[in-house]
């Protein structure tokens, strides 16, 4: 009988070690007091994102970042992401550190036109639950920043020199 109830106390840490629990990711005012979801903006002022891709990133200890999956923007509402429910590997229940990150390529890492929030704290509901209201997170805590690809630079430049060039003689 000791051994039984051993397994079954083993058995019932080993299940709370591998939990998992899930948060809304969003950007739009649900529920969350105070209202902490606003669009996203661009640096050029610009609101087509249908390009761009919002991350929900999990900030482990000592700065390890888990990537919990993307989200497209919605084409009839710029600078707002369709909303998901992402599972937290290793959260149960409880407050979780999160970054957003908004980029326009195939990842974070090489894309030019990218932005990404400060740290925040956020609950995190355990599944199958319905998942913890997103808080924390300030939409405009960052903002994408418009870089031009090298080549249009190159191309101004060059048509900036021949410009300069006609205007010598």
């Known amino acids: 009988m000791k051994k039984t109830l051993v397994a079954i106390a ?33 640096s050029d002022a610009g ?11 999990l900030v482990g200890t000592g700065g390890t970042l888990t990537s919990l999956g993307t989200t497209t923007f919605n084409a009839a509402r710029p600078g ?49 639950a319905s998942p913890a209201e997103f808080q924390g997170f300030q939409g405009k805590a960052f903002q994408i920043q418009i870089v031009p690809e090298p080549t249009t630079l190159a191309l101004g430049a060059l048509g900036l020199g021949a410009l300069l060039l006609r205007r010598r003689k």
């Open 80 to 128: 707002i992401w369709i909303a998901t429910d992402p599972v937290v590997p290793g959260v149960l229940n409880g407050p979780a550190t999160f970054r957003v990150r908004a980029f326009d390529g195939a990842d974070f890492a090489s894309s030019l036109n990218k932005g990404q929030s400060v740290d925040f704290t956020s609950n995190v509901a355990s599944a199958p």
């Open 47 to 57: 609101t087509d994102f249908s390009a761009f891709k919002a991350e929900l990133v």
């Open 10 to 42: 083993a058995l019932v840490v080993s299940l709370n070690t591998f939990g998992q629990g899930q948060v809304h990711f969003a950007n739009r005012d649900t529920l969350a007091t105070p209202p902490i979801l606003e669009p996203l903006t661009r």
